[in-house]
Each structure stands twice: as C-alpha cells, then as structure tokens.
C-alpha cells in the first residue's frame, strides 16, 4: 500500500505540492474566529454542584455585586493609609467612574472596617464588569484601561494602584501566552534548524521540516477552527502554545524517519525518486501506525469530562493526522523534486557509510546482553515510577500560568497579605426550597452557625440574602484560605457534607464559588484516570497488534509505555516537589504525560519494533535482528527524541511555573520514551522473547512479497 503511495506522489509532485499550498490558503481562510476561555467552570458538566450552584446564583440573584475587577491601594513607603490618603483613594474611584471605562458598571471604593486591612496597610476596592463581554477581547481590555486611568489619577499622591481580578488576569494571561507562543515557536525553530542541519550536514535539510511543517499548521488551525466552533467545543488558552511543538515536533519526527530512509536508500544505489518512493513504501507504515496511536490517545479525550480536554483533544488529534498526511505525501512530493546534492547540500560525505558508529555498538551489547539491558533500563523505569508515590496535585492555576511579577499576581499576594486569603473570592452556599417553595425564615436560624463551625471557614456573613421570589437564601462564606489552595477545596469537601446535612426539610443546599469548581475538577480527573485512560490503552493496543499482526509484542510495547509514564511523572515529582520548593504539581500535569510521553513516546517504541520485525522479517535471529534494528534505527530515534525532548523543554523558558513543570516533565519523558524504553528495553525484551514475540503472527518468516522487491540490497559491512 505504502510502496503504491510512494510511487504516486513521486509521479505527481507538483500536484501533491499545488494542492497543499491552494488547500491550506483555503482552510485558513474561510475559518471562524476563536477566543480562548480562562474561566474553569466552563469546562466542567452542568450536572457538578459548582455549576448548579452558578446556575441558582444567576437565576436568583442576577443582580449581585460580582467583582471583575479589584483595586488595589497601598501606600508607596510602606506605612499605613492615611486619612489624606482615603480621600485620594475617593478621588481615585469617583475619577474612574467619571471616566466611563467601556464595560465598566460599577466602581466601589474602599469601605471601611470591610475592605480595608486591619493592620491598615491595604485598602480594596472593587469593580463590576459586564459578565456577558468575558469572552470576549472587551473584557481583558477593561482591565488595561482601568489600570492606565488609575495610575494616571494617582500620580501626585502617596499611593500605589494596581488592578487585580478576574479580567486582569485574563490581560496578564494574554500577554505572557502571548510571550509563551513567541519564545516556543522561535526557540523550537531554532533546535530543528540546528539539529536536522547537524545530522544530515546540510543547510536546506534543516530547514525542510520547518518549512514544510508550515503547511499542516495552517490546514490544522483551520481545520481545528472548523469544528471547535461546530461542536461548540471550549478554547483553552495553553492550546496554541502545545499544538505549535505538537506539529513541528511530530512532523520533525516524521520526517526523520522518512530522511533516514531516504538516505539509506540512495547509499544503496537508488536514484532520488526510487528512493523516495522506497522510503515511503518502507517507512509508511510505521508513520500510519504511529500517526494512529497518537490520534487515538488524544481522540479518547472526548471521553473526558473537562472542557479543556474534550477541546484540546481533537484539536490535537487534527494536527497529528493533518501532520500524518504531509509527511506521507507534501515530504516526499518536495524530496523527489529537489536534487539530492541540493537537499544535503553542501555535506559531501553524505553518501558516504560511516565505520564503527556508536549505534552499531550499542546494537552489539544489546544483541549480546539482552537480559543485562532489559533488567537495567526496566529498573531505572521502576526506581523513578516509586518516586512517583510522592505526587501532589495543586489547583492554582493563576499562579502557575503567569510569572509572579505580573500585576494580578502580585494583587493576590496583597490580598492574602492584608486580608483572609480567601476574602477576595468566598464561597457562597444556596438554599433553595425544592419545587419552587418559599422558604421558611425559622428554619433557617442557626444554619449559618453551623457552616462557621465547619474547619476551615473563617467567617460566615450575618446575615444572608433572600431572592426576590422568596425561594433561595444565599451564605457568603469566607474560607481561611486562597480559594485554589488545596486546603480550601478540603473545606469545601467538609461544608458541602455540612451544608447537606444541615439544610432544612424541603431544601435543598448547592456550595458555589471557585473553590467549589476545583473540587468538582479534582473529581472530573478521577473520571478521567479512570475512563480515559484504560480506552486509550485498549485502543492503541489494537493498533499495535494490527500493524505488528501480533498478540504478545503490543503488551510489553504497552507495559514499557506505562512505566515510562510512571517514571516521567516520578522525576517531575523529585525535580519540583523534592527538590524544588512547590507545593504541589498542576493538576493537568498527569493528563498531559498521557497526552505526549505515552502517545508520541509510543512513536519511538512503533520506529523500533517495526524495525525489529524487518529484520526478523529477513531471517536474522533475535538478537541479531536487535543489534541491526538499534543500529539501524537507532539514529532515527534518538534524532528525532532528542529534537522532541529539547523543543518541549523550551517552555522552560516561558517564565512561569506552569510551562516549567510542562517543559521538565515532557522533555525528560521523550528522553525516558527514546533512550531507555525505544532503544534499550525494547529490543532487549523482543530479544529475549525470540520469535514468541511475533506470535501468532509470521513476524519471523522471510519477507519475499512483490512490495519487497528491490528494496533492500545488501549493505556495506560499516553502515551506520
């Protein structure tokens, strides 16, 4: 199949080419506008109780006063505020709504004995935006020019202004993803060029995957625009910044193996299309099967209850396919266009079979050691999978995303400061009388006192508010901690018990707030380790065992893959938590090794067993048929994990804790993926199980089929 593509798209390049360009122009085109949602409870089901419980507060309560915004006033030397200094902050807040900032309802200025500090270094003032706008560039900008008008107000007085908040955080965020997209893109260009040029030795064959990963990013995104805005899927602001290493990281890949192929091809003596159509029709398959597993793993994540992920999974799975078909026929089409000596140009030794390369003594001690390799690199696996037990998942996903120095940021810390940490985003408890009741004013003496006495809670307002109708009483509860702290979503675990326990007969209590969203995500990610997880397993098992027509090879294939996310996850712990100083790790961290060590990382173990059975194919024996698969392939993997591994470490250099935990974890789980479970266990495992490994397949019988004619000749006695 893959031969007969092979020799299609040689025969018709410039139309392959033509199509891709007039396409991919088309795609983007005519593709819809997306804005990125920061807000968590839109990615969560309508049956979890935050989100019931947002529902009663917008039914019953539309008119409450909902800060977008907080302003935050504190004196330039440090001292306490003064009262010349409150009648500036007056000034300040009278001036803003004088200014009419659009989207801006109301600004309320500091209230003594409420917003201001006890110790009174810190005053709060608060700021209603329209919620209607937050998807959308309006709101963010309200922030900004809140911000600008404020601290041109303040200028001549004693106080420093900043604004904090829901839409500056979504400024902020625009701005450092902004950055983050930049410095990924660049960077990861820059390794690709670098690397793919070293490698080969030549100028335009580091830019080859470059610019032909243009072409797939520009189809994916319009593709990915199409049927986010059909489904009506959400749009995660972290999205942009992984699909842009997700394409030029696999299409780098991709290419590789392809290239290594190429190469091969013309050392035996091909010309440029033969060898191009050889290639393909050699390496096609592992690219389908490999392009398959990972399009599967990030497809199962439909499955899951998170928005984030249902949106971010068939985006990803689109650029992975989208990536998939172009390296099947835009590479090949351009490869047998351009003369060799111009790809490779100006390398002159690059039909040349280098002697005693390192890859073939590293095949030689895993063809004779087997057992030694086997039991060495599955240990290192099973030492860091221990290290794993340490994890600890945290929620704050504000401070994780954006640099601590960024002016949101730097707010919260105020407020935590000067106030309860949670005193700028409480917990709010509705009690709703079941079918429409009013409620009964008596009933409800003493349900206040009861949520105060739950741990964690610092205070419980007086008084609540009773709807209009009669029907719903809200409690505003203020937690002793920062609404994202681990701490605070345990208290709320213990008062949503509390609230339900204790609400009166003929109601019916729902705890709302941020605090109350994490809780239900921490809850829709054990849906999701327990769902996702085990059908993307059973899936790409399937794969492997129709591309390898074999029953016992995918399961250690798997088994390995499963230790490789075990041991990623175990030295991110070690790094961040052992030895860095962070509380804990983002909760989506898990998902995302699911996402790209054990998905893509499945690519490198697909490149080398594929290998394996070539060889096996051709009648060596087991382990003379590993020595050659690591010899052979060996060069492809670690090119291709290296490039990866150090395209994914640049969001290291995004500058916030988020990106630095993704950057470490899957930069370090491509290196576990390549070079421990790819170039050692596996084979050293399919060495040891000797042709049982291709069973009840023919894996180890001689390939004599009309598609294997004049596609292997022998080879020199020193090819690398």
């Given at each position: 199949?893959f031969h007969r593509l092979g020799h299609f798209v040689v025969k018709r390049a410039w139309w392959v080419i033509i199509a891709w360009v007039i396409g991919s122009i088309a795609l983007v085109a005519g593709a819809p506008k997306l804005s990125a949602s920061t807000d968590e409870s839109e990615f969560l089901p309508k049956h979890y109780e935050s989100i019931r419980a947002s529902v009663v507060q917008q039914d019953k309560f539309p008119a409450e006063f909902t800060p977008g915004a907080i302003l935050m006033f504190e004196r330039t030397d440090g001292g306490a505020l003064t009262d010349a200094d409150k009648a500036d902050m007056a000034r300040i807040t009278q001036g803003l709504t004088d200014k009419h900032i659009p989207l801006v309802e109301q600004v309320?200025?500091?209230?003594?004995?409420?917003?201001?500090?006890?110790?009174?270094?810190?005053?709060?003032?608060?700021?209603?935006?329209?919620?209607?706008?937050?998807?959308?560039?309006?709101?963010?900008?309200?922030?900004?020019?809140?911000?600008?008008?404020?601290?041109?107000?303040?200028?001549?007085?004693?106080?420093?202004?900043?604004?904090?908040?829901?839409?500056?955080?979504?400024?902020?965020?625009?701005?450092?993803?902004?950055?983050?997209?930049?410095?990924?893109?660049?960077?990861?260009?820059?390794?690709?060029?670098?690397?793919?040029?070293?490698?080969?030795?030549?100028?335009?064959?580091?830019?080859?995957?470059?610019?032909?990963?243009?072409?797939?990013?520009?189809?994916?995104?319009?593709?990915?625009?199409?049927?986010?805005?059909?489904?009506?899927?959400?749009?995660?602001?972290?999205?942009?910044?992984?699909?842009?290493?997700?394409?030029?990281?696999?299409?780098?890949?991709?290419?590789?193996?392809?290239?290594?192929?190429?190469?091969?091809?013309?050392?035996?003596?091909?010309?440029?299309?033969?060898?191009?159509?050889?290639?393909?029709?050699?390496?096609?398959?592992?690219?389908?099967?490999?392009?398959?597993?990972?399009?599967?793993?990030?497809?199962?994540?439909?499955?899951?209850?998170?928005?984030?992920?249902?949106?971010?999974?068939?985006?990803?799975?689109?650029?992975?396919?989208?990536?998939?078909?172009?390296?099947?026929?835009?590479?090949?089409?351009?490869?047998?266009?351009?003369?060799?000596?111009?790809?490779?140009?100006?390398?002159?030794?690059?039909?040349?079979?280098?002697?005693?390369?390192?890859?073939?003594?590293?095949?030689?001690?895993?063809?004779?050691?087997?057992?030694?390799?086997?039991?060495?690199?599955?240990?290192?696996?099973?030492?860091?999978?221990?290290?794993?037990?340490?994890?600890?998942?945290?929620?704050?996903?504000?401070?994780?995303?954006?640099?601590?120095?960024?002016?949101?940021?730097?707010?919260?810390?105020?407020?935590?400061?000067?106030?309860?940490?949670?005193?700028?985003?409480?917990?709010?408890?509705?009690?709703?009388?079941?079918?429409?009741?009013?409620?009964?004013?008596?009933?409800?003496?003493?349900?206040?006192?009861?949520?105060?006495?739950?741990?964690?809670?610092?205070?419980?307002?007086?008084?609540?508010?009773?709807?209009?109708?009669?029907?719903?009483?809200?409690?505003?509860?203020?937690?002793?901690?920062?609404?994202?702290?681990?701490?605070?979503?345990?208290?709320?675990?213990?008062?949503?018990?509390?609230?339900?326990?204790?609400?009166?007969?003929?109601?019916?209590?729902?705890?709302?707030?941020?605090?109350?969203?994490?809780?239900?995500?921490?809850?829709?990610?054990?849906?999701?380790?327990?769902?996702?997880?085990?059908?993307?397993?059973?899936?790409?098992?399937?794969?492997?065992?129709?591309?390898?027509?074999?029953?016992?090879?995918?399961?250690?294939?798997?088994?390995?893959?499963?230790?490789?996310?075990?041991?990623?996850?175990?030295?991110?712990?070690?790094?961040?938590?052992?030895?860095?100083?962070?509380?804990?790790?983002?909760?989506?961290?898990?998902?995302?090794?699911?996402?790209?060590?054990?998905?893509?990382?499945?690519?490198?173990?697909?490149?080398?067993?594929?290998?394996?059975?070539?060889?096996?194919?051709?009648?060596?024996?087991?382990?003379?048929?590993?020595?050659?698969?690591?010899?052979?392939?060996?060069?492809?993997?670690?090119?291709?994990?290296?490039?990866?591994?150090?395209?994914?470490?640049?969001?290291?250099?995004?500058?916030?804790?988020?990106?630095?935990?993704?950057?470490?974890?899957?930069?370090?789980?491509?290196?576990?993926?390549?070079?421990?479970?790819?170039?050692?266990?596996?084979?050293?495992?399919?060495?040891?199980?000797?042709?049982?490994?291709?069973?009840?397949?023919?894996?180890?019988?001689?390939?004599?089929?009309?598609?294997?004619?004049?596609?292997?000749?022998?080879?020199?006695?020193?090819?690398?």
């Open positions: 199949m309320i200025p500091p209230m003594p004995g409420k917003t201001v500090s006890q110790d009174g270094h810190y005053a709060m003032g608060m700021v209603s935006i329209d919620k209607t706008k937050m998807q959308t560039d309006e709101y963010p900008k309200a922030a900004k020019d809140l911000r600008d008008e404020g601290k041109e107000l303040a200028k001549g007085t004693a106080l420093k202004f900043q604004v904090g908040g829901q839409a500056a955080m979504a400024q902020d965020q625009k701005e450092s993803s902004s950055a983050t997209d930049a410095i990924t893109m660049v960077a990861t260009i820059v390794l690709i060029v670098v690397i793919v040029g070293v490698i080969f030795r030549g100028i335009l064959v580091g830019w080859l995957p470059v610019l032909l990963s243009l072409f797939p990013m520009i189809a994916a995104s319009g593709l990915i625009a199409f049927v986010t805005d059909i489904f009506d899927l959400k749009s995660s602001p972290i999205a942009s910044a992984i699909d842009i290493v997700v394409i030029l990281g696999v299409g780098t890949d991709y290419f590789l193996f392809l290239m290594f192929r190429y190469r091969e091809r013309l050392r035996a003596g091909d010309d440029r299309k033969a060898a191009v159509a050889n290639g393909v029709g050699r390496v096609g398959e592992a690219i389908a099967s490999a392009a398959g597993a990972v399009t599967v793993a990030f497809a199962v994540l439909l499955l899951s209850e998170l928005g984030m992920f249902t949106s971010l999974g068939p985006a990803l799975a689109i650029s992975v396919i989208v990536t998939a078909l172009a390296s099947l026929t835009l590479t090949p089409a351009l490869l047998s266009v351009i003369p060799a000596k111009a790809t490779f140009w100006p390398g002159r030794k690059w039909m040349q079979e280098p002697t005693g390369a390192r890859f073939h003594k590293l095949g030689k001690v895993v063809g004779r050691r087997p057992g030694i390799i086997a039991l060495a690199s599955g240990g290192l696996l099973v030492v860091l999978s221990l290290a794993g037990l340490g994890y600890t998942g945290t929620f704050d996903m504000a401070k994780s995303m954006m640099p601590k120095d960024k002016e949101s940021m730097v707010v919260m810390d105020a407020l935590t400061k000067g106030f309860s940490a949670g005193a700028a985003d409480p917990t709010h408890v509705f009690v709703t009388g079941k079918n429409g009741a009013k409620l009964d004013a008596a009933a409800l003496d003493g349900f206040g006192a009861k949520l105060g006495q739950v741990p964690g809670v610092a205070t419980v307002q007086a008084e609540h508010k009773l709807s209009e109708d009669g029907t719903t009483a809200d409690f505003t509860v203020m937690l002793k901690d920062a609404a994202a702290s681990n701490a605070a979503i345990d208290t709320v675990t213990e008062l949503r018990t509390a609230a339900h326990a204790d609400a009166p007969a003929g109601t019916e209590a729902l705890v709302g707030g941020t605090s109350s969203v994490y809780k239900d995500i921490n809850l829709a990610m054990t849906h999701d380790y327990k769902l996702v997880f085990p059908v993307a397993g059973v899936l790409i098992l399937l794969i492997l065992g129709l591309q390898l027509r074999s029953v016992v090879a995918p399961w250690y294939l798997m088994a390995s893959v499963g230790l490789g996310f075990a041991a990623t996850l175990g030295a991110t712990t070690v790094a961040f938590l052992k030895i860095g100083t962070q509380p804990g790790l983002m909760f989506m961290l898990p998902i995302f090794i699911y996402l790209f060590v054990v998905a893509i990382g499945t690519d490198y173990n697909i490149l080398i067993i594929a290998r394996l059975r070539e060889e096996a194919r051709e009648g060596r024996d087991p382990r003379e048929a590993a020595k050659e698969a690591v010899r052979h392939a060996g060069p492809t993997v670690a090119a291709a994990g290296f490039i990866l591994a150090a395209s994914f470490a640049t969001f290291m250099l995004a500058g916030n804790v988020l990106f630095a935990e993704l950057g470490f974890a899957l930069a370090i789980g491509i290196v576990l993926a390549a070079f421990v479970m790819a170039m050692f266990f596996t084979p050293a495992i399919t060495a040891l199980l000797g042709k049982k490994a291709w069973w009840p397949g023919h894996g180890a019988m001689p390939d004599h089929g009309p598609e294997a004619v004049g596609a292997r000749e022998p080879q020199p006695a020193g090819r690398a």
